[in-house]
């Protein structure tokens, strides 16, 4: 015979048992009537009317408990840790996307961002003060997809304009400083055949080097590369024609010599090295 079913130690008082309870119940966050995902549900205590899951402890409070916020602001059980403000919007850490990286509170609607110098209220995106820093200016129509000394040409969605800081011509953002800095040129530092880029690629050809890599990451690397029809030579590192190429061959080897022995104590007497 089967076994009966445990009760249920629902609080009278806010809760009520149901056969078929919510998965997605009112919370502080979405009082109203959430869209769920799923169309599951089990046995289960359910709120009473006029009543929300707090999340914290997932009990059931009066609505009214649940916190107020301000004007354009919306309450979050799991909100950003860094919310954006008009000083920092353009150049939030990733970091703080992190969801386990989250704090509950009050935070600003979409479009809005809190600014500090109007007693934290949240407000419209162009409505910020219109400060810039050294080597920057203020763009109506700016990019959300910022321009940054590692990536100067960021690959970005088709993305709404926002008003913003640019950096002037010549300068990249800094990411860890957030400051607009001279890009150097290091076009002295490198050798024949090649030319320094800010955003290089990471597949880069060499010698013998016939098929492209089919999967590249598309990020961007600082550093000298080979001109257009130049490959890397790993022998020597240098930019040179493929028909340039390093071939080893056998009169290319040295004869072993008290000069280049090697530092190694397993090679035998009849060591060649190339």
Request: some cysteine; hydrophobic content about 20%; glycine content about 6%.
């Amino acid at each position: 015979m089967p076994y009966p079913e445990r009760p249920l130690m629902c609080n009278n008082m806010s809760e009520v048992e149901h056969n078929c309870s919510n998965s997605c119940p009112a919370t502080c966050e979405d009082p109203g009537k959430p869209v769920c995902r799923n169309n599951y549900c089990w046995r289960g205590c359910e709120c009473r009317p006029g009543y929300v899951k707090e999340h914290q402890n997932w009990t059931c409070i009066p609505v009214e408990l649940c916190p107020k916020c301000g004007v354009n602001e919306h309450f979050r059980d799991c909100g950003t840790n860094c919310e954006p403000t008009c000083t920092n919007y353009q150049n939030t850490p990733p970091y703080c996307n992190n969801k386990y990286n989250c704090k509950r509170g009050c935070f600003c609607d979409f479009g809005f961002v809190r600014d500090m110098s109007q007693n934290g209220t949240c407000v419209p995106v162009d409505k910020c003060p219109q400060k810039c820093g050294p080597n920057e200016y203020f763009e109506e129509a700016g990019t959300p997809c910022v321009r940054t000394a590692a990536n100067p040409r960021p690959k970005c969605l088709d993305e709404p304009t926002v008003p913003a800081c640019v950096c002037n011509t010549g300068f990249r953002r800094n990411q860890s400083t957030g400051q607009c800095e001279q890009l150097s040129s290091h076009v002295e530092s490198c050798g024949g055949n090649e030319t320094f880029s800010h955003c290089g690629t990471e597949c880069a050809r060499k010698c013998f080097d016939e098929t492209k890599r089919q999967f590249c990451p598309t990020i961007c690397l600082r550093g000298c590369f080979c001109n257009e029809g130049y490959v890397r030579d790993s022998h020597n590192q240098k930019c040179v024609l493929s028909t340039d190429c390093y071939v080893w061959r056998p009169e290319n080897r040295k004869r072993r010599t008290p000069n280049n022995i090697p530092n190694r104590l397993s090679l035998s007497d009849d060591f060649y090295a190339s």
